[in-house]
Structures are given as C-alpha cells and as structure tokens.
C-alpha cells in the first residue's frame, strides 16, 4: 500500500488498477472499472509553478511532460497520445539533455503554470474580486436566530477585505438588502410565492433608472449593460460594508408571519436561491461568487417546495420515493436541476448550511450545490459546533485554510486505446464530444471536458475509462509499446485570483493475455478500488430504476474472487487470495452495510449529504468514512490477516450459498 501513497503524494491519483488490463474483454473481466481518482489542486510543497505559457501538441492539445520523445538535435518532441513531431519555439533553442526545461524532469509529472498566455483571455477574469451572497433563512425561531446572527457577524469579520458582500433574507417574502445605501436600512421585497425572470428582477430593482436598458444583447455585468454604480447597491467591498451588513444582522427577527398551529411555516426557499442567481448573473458574471444558503427548515412556498404546509402531510421518505408517492419531489429535482445550469453557466457556486431538526431539502437540492462543486453542512441547530466551525473554517487563511477556488474547467487526454466514459464527482458536462469520449458513459459523461464551479485542496474526482483494444496483441508490441498514458488539465482561478493550470501527466504498463493475472494482482490497489465500486453503485442507486445494489456488489465480489483467488473446486476452505486483495472483500462486506447503500433509519437527506461527502473526498477520507463500520475487537495476540482470512473464507461460504439461490 505504502508505494500507492507515494504515488498519489507526487500525482494527487490513487487507480485501482496501477498495471492496467490491456484489452476490453480483459477490463470487463477485471471487475473493478479502469479508473482513478484524481484531486486536481492538492497541494505539493515541491511542485514548480512556470511562469510562461505550457508548450502544446498541434494535434490533440497536450502539454509537454516527461514523457515525450525529444530530438535535441532537430529540435523536435514526440506527443506520446498521438505521435505527432511537434517543433520547438525559439526560445528553447538551448534546449539539450544537460539543459531542460521543467515540465521535462522525470520527477515533475505535475507541474503549474502562471501566466495570463498559459490560460488565455478565455478564462482570465483577475479584475473581478471573490463575492459572497448570504442567503439566510428567518423562518426558525428567536434562538436560532441569534446563533445565526452570531455566527454571521464572525463570518464578516473573516471576509477578504478586497471581498464583495451581499445580502438576501427570506421567510414568506425575499428580501434583499441593498447595503450600499448606509444612511437607513432599504430593502426590495418580492414574494415569495412568484418566481421571476432575470429581466423582471432587474426592473423591479430599479437597475435601469438611471443608465437606459440596452436595446440588444445580454445584460451581464458593468461591461454589458449594467452601470458599476447600479451594481455597487447590492455587492459592496467587505472593507466598506462591515457596519451596515453588521446593523442589518442586529436587527433580524424572525419572520413576523403568523403560523397556524396547524401548519408549516411559509418558507419560500426556492424563489430566494433563484433571485439570487439571478442578481449574480446580471451583476458578476464569470466571477468568483459564492451563493451561501443558511436553510433552516423545508421549503413550504415557491415554484418548488419539498413539502406542503399543511402539518397533516409528512416530508417524503425513501419509502415514498419508492412507490413514487411524492407530490412535490419531481417538480423541485426538475427546478434546481434548471438552477444548476444556471449557475454552471454563470460559473457560480451554490453552499448550503442546513441546520434543522427536521428535512430542509437537500435531496432535490444535491444537483445543484454538486454540479457547482459548493459545500454542504448538516446540524441540527444553528448553534452546534460543527456548524459554527465549518462556517469559520470556510474564511480561515494560513497553513489551514481550504483553498478555496473557482472557475475549474477540467480536461482530459488518453491513449488513443482509452476513451472516457465520464466522471463521478463535483463538476458539470461541457458537452464537449470527441474522439476521446466511450459510447457507454458513467455519472458526467459523453464529453472530455467538465466544469468546476467551486474546487479546494481536497475536492476529488473520480475518473472511469474503457479499453477499446478488443484483440491481445503479440509479444512484441507487447514489450516495446506496454504503455497507457493519461493527462488531466486543471484550469482554476485561485484563492488570490490569479488563474493557473496544473497539468498531470501519467503512465501505467498494461497487460494482457490469461498470464498477466499475477502482474494485475502486484498493481491492486484495494482501498482507491472500493472507494471506486462505492461512488459507482451510489450513483446507480439514484439513476437506475429497480436496482439491487446488495446483489450487483455480491455479484462483482464473487467474480473478482473467482478470477483472482485460489482454490479446489468443491472445497471452500481451500480458498485463498493474495494479501494484495485479501482486505478488498471486507470493504466490500461493510459496504454493503454503509449509510452509502442502506437507506434504513436515514432520511433521504441524510442518504443525500453522505453521498455527496463521498462523492467529493479523496480515498483516505473516503476509506475513513467506511471504515466506521469496520470497527471490530481483536483477540490479544492474534494476528488480523489471520482473523481477515478467516473473516473471507466465511463471506465467500456465504456468497456460494447466496450464488446457488440466485440460480
């Protein structure tokens, strides 16, 4: 294991497969899906950031890395993904194997790029600070709204000073806060029954008084048709606003709409998240902002509440998502999944801090803060600890702090016997089609690109890919061309708002024939492989219809033993597995029991935020996540491959019995 550590401590990758299957019946065989997960931005303290521009293939767009062929006499390197022999600039004339350049070291397979020429006018928006719209939630009681008011205050206080703040409070109507005007408090209320337009907004709030709307085009920002003063009503510098935002937090209460005692609160949830992707798209497009919920209790009011307000109609369970006895569900995954893309394309990030006792709706609410990559706590109070310190770690700075980015835009190139068939994590499809993309796709798939909304230190992907190759090849292209390459590009503006890209580039030998078995056991990598199978079968649990996940988890354990296990037929006790596989059923065994799969005694926005905290984590936090349902006491003196064999052969007694009922 300790050689797959080092691996991702260079790369940021941990694949379940580090010697890679070489042909497709070969891959279909292997179980476990060829894959990787990748953490796009961790943080090397070795890693070299260049300040020049990446040097590309003119076919297929790689970048330069280690693993070209390089001609120092013609000046001339070899693309490794498409062979193309590619000319060297001028100034690398001095380029020679005593003298080169970084991204050719051996040891510098991930290296960063900073400058404007390396990103391009695409995706450099320096001149726009980060900007941080609070949504906040007034329909709980007076306690919780002074936890809250207390918690935001500390929140200001940590804002970068550069920083554009904003303001939206909601209950029965939407209030937003014009905090530029600081001589008396002004608010624009709409209600919160009605959902508006992006145009309709701008009017209402007075945008065009005194700069005339444009006659054609798209109002977006101070450069299309929004005047800078006009914008500065709403989004204003933290350094500027810290005693107005902190007058208007005092002065919250609780929504002063009676409340049957018969009924729920009117909360309207969904109209406030819409008017404030809306104010962000036409004032700060393509910006680093944030859209911070604090959401305590379900939505009851708008175009999409989770929950009628009558008392009398229990929130949805899983039980009734089965037998699809929910009236309201449909239609709000369809309105967050509309809002989703609307943030995607504005390049916005969507937070939720849910902090109720009962469901807030984070089930139909998931689309949207995943595909924008934001972040998700859940308490039960305003007032918890891990609220309180999730919202102070999120503006922490120094050794500790997140690392908060925006405007990811993620890409791929492979070997032309790899395509992608997607990516199961925090990003959306740029619907970018290509050689590179597989017929069959999984979780974001059917293009090679992705966006990235919102990313961190620790945000990872996890990457699926098919081997095309359908024929073994011979023994001599087998020694002399035994190489799959993969390259994954990170284009990311970072917390202090320069833009980078980070380029990773690998290599993995590939086998192929019924003697490569032992060299595809010596490259297992069992903990990055469970973690693997369990974002895939949490993400067939919420798109496939009638699907049995303890069955498709027992089926694929059975086969990977079968294939990769030893024993005499008719004799279980004889089965054995190589200790590079020996831990991979027992994760498999507690995965099937995890709050991953089992939907018992959890909510469904209980069985939402574990899904996306696993979709999110990399492999070690992800196997710490599993691992709490390993916890088991170990007998004094004896040792745990023996208790891990016993623990195998008595599951795989199990599975044969299991296997006999199915046929």
């Known amino acids: ?100 350049p970084a991204e050719l070291f051996p040891q510098y397979t991930t290296v960063e790029y900073n400058s404007d020429a390396a990103v391009g006018p695409t995706y450099n928006n320096p001149s726009v600070p980060p900007v941080f719209l609070f949504v906040v939630d007034t329909c709980v009681i007076e306690e919780e709204i002074g936890f809250l008011r207390s918690a935001l205050a500390q929140a200001v206080e940590l804002l970068p000073e550069n920083s554009l703040v904003g303001l939206i409070t909601f209950g029965t109507f939407v209030h937003v806060h014009e905090l530029g005007f600081g001589a008396v408090p002004k608010t624009y209320v709409f209600k919160g029954s009605k959902d508006l337009t992006k145009d309709q907004l701008l009017e209402q709030m007075s945008f065009f008084a005194k700069k005339p709307r444009p006659a054609v085009g798209v109002v977006a920002g101070a450069r299309d048709g929004l005047s800078p003063e006009s914008i500065s009503r709403f989004l204003v510098p933290a350094s500027e606003c810290e005693f107005t935002i902190n007058s208007v937090l005092e002065e919250l209460q609780k929504d002063p709409w009676a409340v049957p005692a018969d009924q729920r609160a ?46 009398s109609e229990p929130i949805r369970s899983h039980k009734d998502l089965d037998k699809d006895s929910v009236p309201h569900y449909h239609k709000c995954v369809k309105f967050y999944d509309g809002l989703s893309k609307q943030l995607v394309h504005q390049g916005h990030v969507l937070d939720l801090f849910a902090c109720a006792l009962d469901q807030v709706g984070i089930a139909e609410l998931k689309t949207a803060v995943e595909r924008t990559g934001g972040l998700v706590v859940l308490a039960e109070s305003f007032g918890h600890s891990v609220f309180k310190d999730s919202l102070k770690r999120i503006f922490q700075s120094g050794d500790y702090d997140l690392g908060l980015s925006s405007n990811g835009i993620f890409e791929i190139n492979c070997s032309k016997d790899l395509k992608v068939q997607g990516i199961i994590g925090p990003c959306a499809s740029l619907e970018k089609k290509g050689p590179l993309c597989s017929d069959v796709t999984i979780g974001q798939g059917g293009t090679s690109a992705w966006k990235m909304c919102g990313l961190d230190k620790s945000t990872s992907l996890c990457l699926f890919f098919d081997v095309v190759r359908k024929e073994t090849p011979d023994a001599t292209i087998q020694s002399t061309s035994n190489q799959f390459y993969f390259q994954f590009l990170t284009y990311y503006q970072n917390n202090g708002g320069q833009m980078r890209l980070r380029v990773t580039t690998l290599s993995r030998r590939w086998v192929a024939g019924p003697e490569s078995i032992q060299d595809l056991i010596a490259g297992f990598d069992q903990e990055a492989a469970a973690i693997v199978m369990a974002r895939q079968v949490s993400f067939k649990m919420e798109t496939e219809a009638e699907f049995d996940p303890i069955r498709w988890l027992d089926k694929a354990l059975i086969n990977l033993c079968s294939r990769f296990g030893e024993f005499q037929k008719d004799t279980p006790s004889s089965f054995s597995l190589s200790p590079r596989l020996s831990i991979f059923p027992q994760f498999m065994f507690h995965l099937r029991r995890s709050q991953f799969v089992q939907v018992f005694n959890n909510s469904p926005d209980e069985t939402a935020y574990f899904r996306m905290i696993l979709n999110r984590e990399n492999v070690a936090n992800s196997v710490v996540m599993l691992s709490f349902f390993m916890v088991q006491p170990l007998l004094s003196g004896v040792r745990l491959d023996i208790i891990m064999n016993q623990n195998i052969r008595h599951l795989l007694n199990c599975y044969e019995l299991l296997m006999m009922m199915l046929i």
Not at 73 to 95: D, E, L
């Open 1 to 100: 294991m300790a050689e797959f550590l080092d691996l991702e401590s260079q790369d940021g990758v941990r694949m379940p497969w580090n010697v890679i299957p070489g042909t497709k019946q070969d891959a279909q065989n292997a179980v476990v899906p060829i894959s990787a997960v990748y953490t796009p931005i961790k943080h090397f303290p070795s890693m070299p950031v260049l300040n020049y521009s990446p040097l590309r293939c003119r076919t297929c767009r790689s970048v330069l890395n280690p693993f070209c062929i390089v001609d120092f006499a013609a000046k001339i390197w070899i693309c490794p993904f498409c062979f193309q022999r590619n000319h060297f600039p001028p100034h690398y004339s001095s380029i020679s194997d005593d003298s080169l």
């Open 266 to 311: 009117a909360r309207c949830t969904s109209t406030a998240l819409s008017i404030a992707a809306g104010l962000l798209g036409a004032c700060v497009p393509g910006s680093a902002a944030r859209i911070m919920a604090f959401i305590g209790g379900p939505a009851t009011e708008g175009p999409a509440p989770i929950v009628s307000k009558q008392l």
